[in-house]
């Protein structure tokens, strides 16, 4: 059985074929899926997705992209969503400082209340992290964000950083990339930390991995994921389905 640590089928490319697709998903041996949320709206999709679909949880946050646009009063709007008991953490919530959408003081406000909200209600985090690898860590660090825990979700970053995190006892969420012949730091950063502190994504609809790189993802396509970090670790494919979905039900309350 495998564990979706993160997508998004709240996406609008999922319109055309949403309730089929996820139908289908069970029969593939995909029983958890981690439906991300990146603003307020997709918020709200992702725990109706979770209402209809008993494998589906989901979790309810604001992107960097789009913390541009948030008010104080949309926090209260974030916890009193996170108490339905099938929202299981908080994000997608980080730093992006390669598109800059919003002003760097500004996510780092909104990733630091965010984070405080994780903390309050006692719900993990998942973190979205490019470009700003050193002030990510140093905000999870300061604000003691390990005490509830979370994925460094599509890992980028070395493996020292990744070490470090690892160290701090959060997740590193690995999904398509690691399929790329070219992805050399990835593959070393699989290779460095314990199969215990990795979970294993697709990102759909984004980021196929190869063979299907630049189609629609969907987390049918874990299977490719997996044999990847089984080949750069040595082990067994059954190994890595199994210990990554032992992960996810540590990290999240996903019973029931
Ligand atoms: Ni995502």
Redesign the pocket.
């Known amino acids: 059985m495998f564990f979706e640590s993160?997508a998004?089928y709240d996406d609008l490319k999922f319109d055309q074929d949403r309730d089929i697709l996820l139908a289908s998903l069970k029969d593939e041996k995909i029983t958890k899926v981690i439906n991300?949320a990146?603003n307020l709206t997709s918020s709200l999709r992702s725990l109706e997705l979770a209402k209809k679909y008993d494998f589906v949880y989901a979790t309810v946050g604001v992107?960097p992209h789009d913390v541009g646009a948030m008010m104080e009063n949309d926090l209260e709007t974030l916890i009193g969503l996170a108490a339905y008991d099938k929202v299981v953490a908080i994000g997608?919530i980080g730093l992006d400082y390669y598109y800059e959408n919003s002003p760097k003081e500004v996510q780092k406000l909104w990733f630091r209340e965010q984070i405080n909200i994780a903390k309050d209600i006692g719900l993990p985090i998942i973190v979205?992290s490019r470009d700003a690898a050193k002030e990510t860590y140093d905000i999870i660090k300061d604000s003691k964000a390990y005490e509830v825990g979370g994925i460094i979700?599509?890992f980028s970053g070395s493996k020292e950083m990744a070490q470090k995190y690892v160290d701090l006892g959060f997740y590193i969420g690995i999904g398509g990339v690691v399929t790329y012949n070219n992805a050399k730091t990835l593959h070393e950063v699989v290779r460095a930390i314990p199969l215990e502190n990795i979970l294993i994504e697709t990102?759909s609809p984004?980021l196929s991995p190869v063979p299907n790189r630049g189609k629609r993802n969907d987390s049918r396509n874990l299977k490719y994921v997996v044999s990847a970090i089984a080949n750069i670790k040595e082990i067994s494919e059954e190994q890595v389905i199994k210990t990554t979905y032992e992960n996810g039900l540590k990290l999240f309350t996903v019973h029931g």
Do not use: M, P, S
Request: aromatic share 10%; hydrophobic share 20%; charged share 20%.
């Open positions: 993160h998004h991300v990146a992107h997608e979205h979700h599509c990102d984004y």
